[in-house]
Nanobody, 125 residues
Framework: QVQLVETGGGLVQPGGSLTLSCAAS????????MGWFRQAPGKDREFVSA????????FYEDFAQGRFFASRDVDKNTAYLQMNSLKSEDTAVYYC??????????????????WGQGIQVIVSS
């Protein structure tokens, strides 16, 4: 079992930045990767970004490319999502998710083993 706790959400003005953290506890050595997803009101949950746990390889959805940056600190068992140049359409509940070995396509919602509780991000002036 892996437990995930997201922090760092909140209200930010358009153009601002925010960094989300996802602290993992439990059987973290078995993790293959960590993904970030978001869900806006009335919309389906969508992929944002992901990072492989051992190598740190990153993946981004098109809207996140160049604005969002995923990383992880293996020693702290924590993944991060740095979000820059935020727009109103980035407003959503953001979730982190963890996948144990074996590997999967980390850009797909299905297949993740563990999910955080979600954290609200509001981009508004």
């Amino acid at each position: 079992q892996v437990q995930l706790v997201e922090t760092g959400g909140g209200l930010v003005q358009p153009g601002g930045s925010l960094t989300l953290s996802c602290a993992a506890s439990g059987r973290t050595p078995e993790m293959y990767g960590m993904g970030w997803f978001r869900q806006a009101p009335g919309k389906d949950r969508e992929f944002v970004s992901a990072v492989t746990w051992r190598s740190g390889m990153t993946f981004y959805e098109d809207f996140a490319q160049g604005r969002f940056f995923a990383s992880r600190d293996v020693d702290k068992n924590t993944a991060y999502l740095q979000m820059n140049s935020l727009k109103s359409e980035d407003t959503a509940v953001y979730y982190c998710a963890a996948k144990s070995w074996p590997p999967i396509d980390l850009t797909k919602t299905a297949g993740y083993d563990y999910w955080g509780q979600g954290i609200q991000v509001i981009v508004s002036s």
